[in-house]
């Protein structure tokens, strides 16, 4: 999806970053209107000319008090946590289940937001992590056996595995899977190119943003085990932009798909920059060892934006304004 143009009042908003089975439900074919609910997802929503600041948030795997805290301290949200910032952008880079405790909670507040920012004149975008594809996969499949490349595997395997919750799979409805199922994978908005994973993995599935996001919203409504397991170990892959060879990969994505920076979620900040945890003994051993988040991480030639703030191994669910001041 690449932001258009119409015109639309300014606001300045808020300001900067702060810190089950197999056999299940089908996805049936998208209609040609989708109902208020999917709205700020649909592709070629038209973006108005002089909307409001533009937001990220990174990977938030089920930590919804987290998230509520982000959003409130970045002025997004009131202390309802409902929308409070009029016309801003806002985009969520994917990963809202697994590993923390209320997925599903998570997943509601988006959707919610979504509607919220939209009756604003804003708007709340969300992209499909492999988080995503591995709950939307386990729901689907089960046990149902896949071939992993080194050997036999199944969904439900590997989502206990990443940290699945029973009570995220206990709460989800037709409609989570179905919010799901239409996400986006990628995105450009203010010259931003928008993904979950740091792989290049999206040049498999199309020459431009469209064919990108058209090609994964086939497969998974094909409702195929292989390939939905595909998806997952695709884009479960990591760190394509970290090494020497990285502003290289980075630079082909962003000739393919537009954009000057790409920005993403998927790997925890700290895996990225190899910084030790800290802890007040000085032990990065200690019990209250954490790593140390000061913010988004820029790298790979400053053409690459780190997002994920390492929320599951204590430290930071990251909400951004962007561009970042560098």
């Not at 690449?2 to 998208?30: C, L, N």
């Not at 600041?53 to 301290?73: K, T």
């Not at 699945?164 to 799979?169: H, L, N």
Request: proline share 6%; net charge negative; hydrophobic share 40%.
């Amino acid at each position: 999806m690449v932001e258009g143009s119409m015109t639309h009042g300014a606001d300045e908003g808020p300001k900067t970053w702060q810190g089950a089975t197999e056999g299940g439900p089908s996805i049936p074919p998208r209609p040609a209107q989708e109902p208020d609910l999917y709205t700020p997802t649909v592709q070629d929503l038209p973006v108005l000319e002089g909307a409001g600041p533009l937001y990220v948030v990174g990977d938030v795997h089920g930590y919804l008090d987290e998230l509520r805290a982000a959003l409130r301290a970045a002025g997004l949200t009131d202390a309802e946590d409902r929308w409070a910032a009029g016309n801003s952008r806002l985009w969520f880079l994917g990963d809202f289940t697994d590993r923390g405790p209320d997925g599903i909670g998570v997943i509601d507040m988006v959707m919610r937001l979504s509607a919220e920012a939209a009756a604003a004149g804003g708007y709340c975008k969300a992209l499909l992590g492999n988080h995503e594809l591995l709950f939307l996969g386990a729901s689907r499949f089960g046990d149902t056996p896949v071939e992993s490349g080194a050997g036999t595997a199944s969904f439900h395997a590997a989502w206990m595995l990443n940290g699945g919750q029973r009570a995220d799979m206990e709460r989800l409805r037709d409609h989570h899977i179905q919010w799901m199922s239409r996400l986006d994978s990628m995105a450009v908005a203010d010259g931003h190119l928008l993904l979950h994973s740091d792989t290049t993995a999206y040049l498999e599935y199309g020459e431009n943003v469209d064919d990108v996001n058209d090609a994964i919203w086939q497969a998974l409504a094909r409702n195929d085990a292989e390939e939905t397991w595909d998806l997952f170990r695709k884009f479960t892959k990591r760190f394509a932009f970290r090494d020497e060879d990285g502003p290289q990969a980075a630079r082909e994505l962003l000739d393919v798909y537009g954009g000057l920076r790409i920005v993403h979620g998927h790997s925890p900040i700290p895996y990225l920059t190899g910084e030790p945890a800290e802890s007040e003994s000085g032990d990065p051993d200690a019990p209250d060892a954490a790593p140390r988040i000061d913010g988004p991480h820029l790298y790979a030639d400053s053409l690459a934006i780190a997002m994920d703030g390492g929320v599951t191994m204590a430290g930071k669910l990251l909400v951004a304004r962007l561009p970042l001041d560098d």
